[in-house]
Each structure stands twice: as C-alpha cells, then as structure tokens.
C-alpha cells in the first residue's frame, strides 16, 4: 500500500463504491448522479477513459440502438443520454440530418467519455485489490482505502485465447484485442485471422480494405460456425431484450437457461449484416475489378486445434468438421478474434468462501446482488459477469440502465425500474396448470 493511503474517516465511507468504470459501471455513476443522499465513488484502473479504444476498425459502428444508452431506457429525462451528448455538444442537427443507420462506435466511445469526465465520481488510476467485510466492505485501491455499505462490480471482460497459445504473444501473433497497435505492419504478409464473431469479421474487412504497400499477400479467415453467420437483429429476437423476458430467464432452471444462451447465441454474437455486405463487396471489387492483393480465403466449419513454428511462419491446425479432415494454415501473423471472457476478481479473495456460485457464476439474486452469508442490507452488486443467470443482454449494452436502475431503487429502497413498460407481445411463461389462456 502506498502512503498515500487514506486514513479512515466518515468522509472515506459511502452507500456505494464501484468497481471499474466501463459502460456498466458509468450507467450506475449516471443514474446516481442527482441522487446526493447516496455518497458514492467509482475506483477505475486504466489512468483515463478508454472502451476498446484498440478495436476501432473502419467503419465500426454500434450495434445496438442509441437508445440503449447509459441512462434513456430507465431514465428518459436523465442528462446523462446520448440525445444530451449531442445536444451539450452543439450537433445536434448535424446528427440529424447526417442520417446514420447505426452510430459509429467512435462517436459512443466519446459520448461515453464526455458522460465520465462529467461525473466526479468517478476515480481513474486506481484499481480495486482486495474487498474485505467487518460489518461494512472496507475496499483497498492502489491508492487509498474505503468503506462502504455496498458494491457494485462491473469489471467487465478480458481477452481470450485457446489453451494452447500457451500466451506466446508478440508482433507476429496477437489478440485482436490489441489490433490498432499490432496491425501496422502486415504489407505483403499472409495473415490469418481466428474467429468468426464480429470483431474477426471488422480486422478482416480492415484487413481487405487496405491497399498498395500496406495490403497484406493473402488474408485467411477461420470460423468454427458452419459459415460466416449474422446478428440475428430482427424485431421478435430484440424481445429477448426486454426486462421481461431476462426476468422469465432468470426464473428457469440453470440447464435450461444454458442451452437457451448456446441455442440463440447469434442473438447477440453474430456479425452484423452491414458489416458481412461490406465485406462481401470489397471481396467483389478486389476479385473482379481491382485484381489486386491480398487474395482472401474464407474457411468456415474449422476448428483450430493446434499451432506451431515452422520457421519464421506459424502453422495452425484446423479440424474441417463436415469431413474430419485435419488442414494445415501457414501464416506470418495469426490474429486471435476468439472473444472475450468474464474478467477474474481477485479483489475478492477474502470472500470467496462467503459468496454462493452457480457453476461458473456467481450466483445472484433478481436485484443483481450475489447471495452470500453477511447482512442482507450489505449487498456485492454483479454487472455483466452473470449471462447464464440473466440472458443473451447480460454483456451487452441492451439492458444496461435498466439494470443500473434496479440496483439503485435496491440500495434506496424503492422500485423506479419497474415503472411498467408493457411486456413483450410474447407469453414467454407456460399458462398456470390446466388453465384456459385467456390473455388476448
Ligand atoms: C470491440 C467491442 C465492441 C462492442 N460493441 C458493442 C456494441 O456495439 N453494443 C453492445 O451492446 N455491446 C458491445 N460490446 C460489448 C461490451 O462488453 C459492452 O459494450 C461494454 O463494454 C460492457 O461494459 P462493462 O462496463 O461491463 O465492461 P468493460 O467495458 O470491460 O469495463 C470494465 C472496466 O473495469 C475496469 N476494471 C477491471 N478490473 C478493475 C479493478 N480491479 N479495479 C478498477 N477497475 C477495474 C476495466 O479497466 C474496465 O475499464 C462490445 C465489446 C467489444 C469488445
């Protein structure tokens, strides 16, 4: 601990401390803003605002609506909207009249910055290293100490690689979470992207759109989908994000709930259609009009099990699933896109042993605060780290502030979140036994 630690006093004691200041946790900031009876502080590691700062590929946008911004589905009224962002920042028109099908992903980057550097709240350069309980959580950062009656995690994801990357990570293999400042360097090189999801699909079509020198030789994409599959973003599957249906979700039994997720997942993981038509007519032009490099091949229904050094090249193992045939992939640089996954939270050592599970999960209650043995009135808030409990919108942006609301009237005592906005059109529950439905 450093000595600039600061000393226990009732100023350093809050109704609420948060941990990591990514979207999930800046909703919960924004929402209690005007709320002053709530003393709270939200502690973030990185030493300013960023939110995958290193994925920002041509035309990147957002795939979900505005509206599903920090505050607007809880809190129409709240300052803190992306409608407010434009209009504080004097462009309000000009994004009118710019008609975007989707806001690109820089532009919510900086909404989201400006909505951060307006909440003092918010602590950057400092990280959560360990949480214990002595009738409050007594929180320690890299810089100072405090307490708190309760706490609200939203340490987000991190990088994932398959086991055996063995991490050997460098320029020549990378995950695409690092992409920005990696990818400078691969003019004339055979470059192979893993990964069928969204973020493979944006380096592969940054990839294909570069051109002279800084155009790679060839350029490899490997999917373990059966082919290159779209974001399922049609109106009944968007009911999947409703409130209603993430609380029909969380009352089904853990198998069921599970083999949902698995079952929908292009729900939320599929590549969006915008982006698979860019992809596809950059393919078109590079084939049948420009008849330059790199040349692209597309191989889906892989599964890549295996890779090593050959020389200066690497050479991925792919399992074809149709035929059970194992090919061989040479490259000069491999690009992991193979997702992300809940963050580890070593912070809470201390109390591992007092917070229930549910398989990989912590395991919460329908306000979002894990179950353990301390006071029912000290509470351990879990954001985006409980898709099998709450649904496909749990790491997504969908559900956010409706979310942030709910814990919110949880710690006030209140119940605003649920000012009812009508169920979905679909009757997600059974009828009770041998009743007649009568609910048109
Ligand atoms: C490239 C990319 C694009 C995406 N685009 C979309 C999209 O268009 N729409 C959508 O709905 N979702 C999208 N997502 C999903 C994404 O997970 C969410 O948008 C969002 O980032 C989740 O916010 P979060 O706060 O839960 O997590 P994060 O954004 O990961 O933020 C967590 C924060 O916690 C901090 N932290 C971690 N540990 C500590 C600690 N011990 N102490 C202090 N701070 C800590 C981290 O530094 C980080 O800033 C995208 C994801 C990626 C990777």
Redesign the pocket.
Known sequence: MSSAVDALSPRSHYQCVG?????????VAALLHHHREIRNVF????PE????DE?FFVA?????SMF?DLVTLADPTNYFSFISYLHANGRIYHFLNAQFDRVS?IE?RNYLKWASDANRNIRYG????RIDFDGSFVVE?TKSRVTAENIVI?????PHLPSFVNGNLGETQFH??EFSSRSGNLGNKDVLIVGGG??GA?AVFDLISRKGQSAPATVTWVSKRENFFPLDDSPFTNDFFMPCHSNHFYEQEYTARRAFVERNVLG?DGISEQTLRHIYQRLYTLRFIDNAPPAVALLPDRIAGGLYRDGARWVLEVDHMQSRRRELVGADVVIWATG?RS?K???LAPLLNRLQREETEFKINSEFAVLWDGPPDRRIFL???ARHQRGL?D????L?AWRSQRIIDCIRGTSRADVPQLPSFISWAAAAPAAERRNI
Do not use: D, I, Y
């Not at 502690?43 to 990185?46: I, N």
């Not at 605002?49 to 995958?52: K, M, N, R, T």
């Not at 400092?126 to 290293?129: A, H, L, M, S, T």
């Not at 939203?154 to 991190?158: F, K």
């Open positions: 941990v990591g200041a990514g979207p999930s946790n800046l909703s502690f973030e590691q990185k605002f960023s939110w995958h994925m990147s946008s957002l795939q979900v599903k992903r919510f400092e990280k959560v290293v950062t939203g340490v987000g994801t991190e695409v979470s969204q973020s944006e939320s992300f963050a939270m070593e912070f954001l985006n780290a919108p790491p997504n942006l969908s956010t």
